[in-house]
């Protein structure tokens, strides 16, 4: 393991918006188990559409877009708060 300095841009958390060093724009640093629960909807997604059931393919697909419009929200807002264009 190696230790080093990052900048952290937004308080701690599951999803803390973090600069490496040597890196030009901040990402997202998530949590094992934040981390676990977004596989988890993509899984029921693909399960659901495996079954045809697009009633369950949506809802799945509903979780899954809202976690990661979460994690988007709070990188776009660290960004804006520091005053550093988006990357897209």
């Known amino acids: 393991m190696e230790r080093i300095e990052a900048e952290l841009f937004t308080t701690g958390g599951n ?7 040597g890196r030009r724009l901040p990402g997202v640093l998530v949590q094992g188990d934040s981390l676990h629960i977004l596989r988890t909807d993509a899984a029921e997604l693909v399960e659901a559409c495996d079954r045809g059931d697009l009633t369950d393919a949506r809802d799945a697909a509903g979780l899954l877009l ?4 979460a ?18």
């Open 15 to 21: 999803d803390a918006v973090v600069r490496l060093p």
């Open 66 to 69: 809202a976690g990661l419009d």
């Open 71 to 88: 994690l988007l929200e709070r990188y776009a807002t660290a960004l804006e708060d520091h005053e550093i264009p988006r990357p897209y």
